[in-house]
């Protein structure tokens, strides 16, 4: 079991570029989850899934978009890379049910520099 | 706005001595969790309590929830140098709904 994968680790963009984080999980998780962490601070969720072709916003969306056409894959794109989007991104999925989503998997994290 | 917000934002202690940090919330929730992350690493998860439950416990850890105050604990005995970390709260308000953290409190142990 590989657990949540991300990928690339490091990531260095100018601004205007687009980009597309890689994540994957291979624990049959019906929830998905896209979280950036800046220095000192808590995680803000950007985007969310409940399972394949499900996706709905999180607290901050804007500048990103994601699509969740299979089970284990959550991919996130950039659309045009600004410097307020440095940031640590991390992935995270769980089982959901109708007790609601439960322990959350996390990814290693994606650290994101935009110039 | 954030569901959760930890409290307080940081914390000192001596090695042995017991660390509480405290959570509270703003509307109802289905469960809420518990996390711990080392600097500069991922979050590791520690305990999920549901609104029905009031109580549990791992190891050294003890987690309470008042869902009339809305508000969570999480206790950690005989703390240890390597307990040092910040330590977030995550809320779920209802089934397959998303997962919210607060912005956390930092503890350091100092040996």
Redesign the interface.
């Given at each position: 079991n590989a657990g949540v994968t991300q990928t690339p680790k490091f990531q260095v963009l100018k601004t205007g570029q687009s980009m597309t984080l890689q994540c994957a999980q291979d624990m049959n998780h019906e929830?998905m989850?896209w979280?950036r962490q800046d220095p000192g601070?808590?995680?803000?969720?950007i985007h969310?899934s409940?399972g394949a072709g499900i996706t709905?916003q999180?607290?901050v969306p804007n500048g990103y978009n994601v699509s969740r056409s299979t089970t284990e894959d959550f991919p996130l794109r950039l659309l045009s890379a600004a410097p307020s989007q440095t940031s640590v991104y991390?992935c995270?999925s769980?089982y959901?049910?109708?007790?609601?989503?439960?322990?959350?998997?996390?990814?290693?994290?994606t650290r994101l520099t935009v110039l | 706005s954030?569901q959760g917000e930890e409290d307080p934002q940081a914390l000192s202690i001596q090695e042995g001595e017991n660390a509480t940090m405290n959570c509270s919330y703003k509307t109802s929730i289905?469960?809420l969790?518990w996390?711990r992350q080392n600097s500069g690493?991922?979050?590791?998860?520690l305990i999920?309590i549901?609104s029905n439950e009031r109580e549990k416990h791992s190891g050294r850890l003890r987690v309470t929830l008042d869902t009339s105050k809305k508000s969570s604990s999480l206790l950690i005995t005989a703390s240890r140098a390597a307990d040092t970390a910040s330590y977030?709260c995550?809320t779920?308000k209802?089934?397959?709904?998303?997962?919210?953290?607060?912005?956390?409190t930092s503890l350091s142990v100092i040996p």
């Open positions: 929830y989850s979280y601070m808590g995680l803000r969720l969310y409940v709905d999180g607290e991390f995270a769980s959901s049910s109708g007790q609601g989503a439960g322990e959350q998997f996390f990814g290693p994290g | 954030q289905n469960n969790q996390y690493r991922g979050l590791v998860h999920l549901r977030f995550a779920v209802t089934s397959y709904d998303k997962v919210i953290f607060g912005p956390g």
